[in-house]
């Protein structure tokens, strides 16, 4: 068994996606796994593969032209997944795709179809989540702070939301977890950039006093609520614990 391995970037997995393809091993006799691997096999050699933004590329053309750019929307989708199995998922999913073209979509009663589908279902769920629940803090300058804790990168799904939302304010989305960042000056196109350790020490110090948004929040959340209906559990349904460590309305 060859095991090809890459980081976990699109770019790289795309590139380890062609290379594990052009290697005519045998679709059997290979797996894709991401970096670090904390533990190797016995009788497997592995391969890492180093990003390629042509290879890349091809491959990006091959899914839009071969199966279809609604596919390609998916495959972007699982590779920001926080699943360690996604690089594989991918890859047996492709098989099918590039085989059967646009039909493979609906081949759900093939397991790795299957898998694909719940993985895209479950990265494009949680950024749908934080679509709704991202709350904004004034820093000085007029611009606009969130900080996310989400499993999944999910910064690329959320931010063209915000930018068609905001397009008029200085906002900036910053994900705790990878420390980056979703820019967005006024009036232009958001873009991302990592944080150094100073800087992400400095949006994380606290907002303005004279902001009257967190107040707003908490009033509205705390005014709307019938005591009478309250269900813990449903609403832990819609919004998950971990979720909630920068929504406004549960801080203290």
């Known amino acids: 068994m060859t095991v090809f391995t890459c980081e976990d970037s699109p770019d790289a997995m795309l ?15 290979i797996r894709l796994m991401l970096e670090p691997l904390y533990e190797t ?13 042509e290879k890349a590329g091809k491959v990006v053309r091959s899914i ?17 997944s926080s699943n360690p199995e996604k690089l594989e998922i991918i890859y047996r999913f492709l098989l099918y795709g590039f085989a059967y073209g ?3 979509l609906q081949m759900l009663q093939e ?31 007029d611009v606009l ?3 996310i804790s989400p499993k999944s990168d999910v910064l690329t799904l959320t931010a063209p939301y915000f930018s068609d939302r905001l397009p008029s ?29 100073e800087e992400f020490d400095r949006l994380s110090a606290p907002a303005r006093e004279d902001d009257p948004y967190p107040d707003l929040w908490k ?12 269900n813990k559990r449903c609403q832990r349904g819609f919004l998950p614990l971990w979720m909630r460590k920068h929504v406004t309305e549960f801080e203290p």
Request: aromatic share 14%; with cysteine.
């Open 169 to 197: 304010e200085h906002w900036i989305i910053i994900d705790d977890t990878r420390r980056t960042a979703a820019v967005h000056p006024r009036d232009g196109e958001f873009y991302l950039t990592r944080l150094s350790q």
């Open 102 to 104: 646009s039909p493979a």
């Open 219 to 230: 009033g509205f959340f705390r005014y709307i609520s019938i005591k009478a209906r309250e």
């Open 64 to 80: 839009q032209k071969k199966i279809s750019p609604g596919a390609w929307r998916m495959v972007y989708r699982c590779a920001m």
């Open 41 to 53: 096999e016995l009788f497997c050699s592995y391969r890492h593969i180093d990003a390629d933004s």
């Open 15 to 29: 590139t380890c996606i062609y290379d594990a393809w052009d290697s005519r091993l045998g679709h059997r006799n």
């Open 111 to 141: 397991p790795a179809v299957a898998a694909f589908f719940e993985l895209d279902r479950r990265t494009g769920n949680e950024a749908h989540r934080f679509m709704e629940f991202i709350r904004f803090v004034s820093f000085p300058g």
């Open 145 to 147: 702070v969130s900080h």
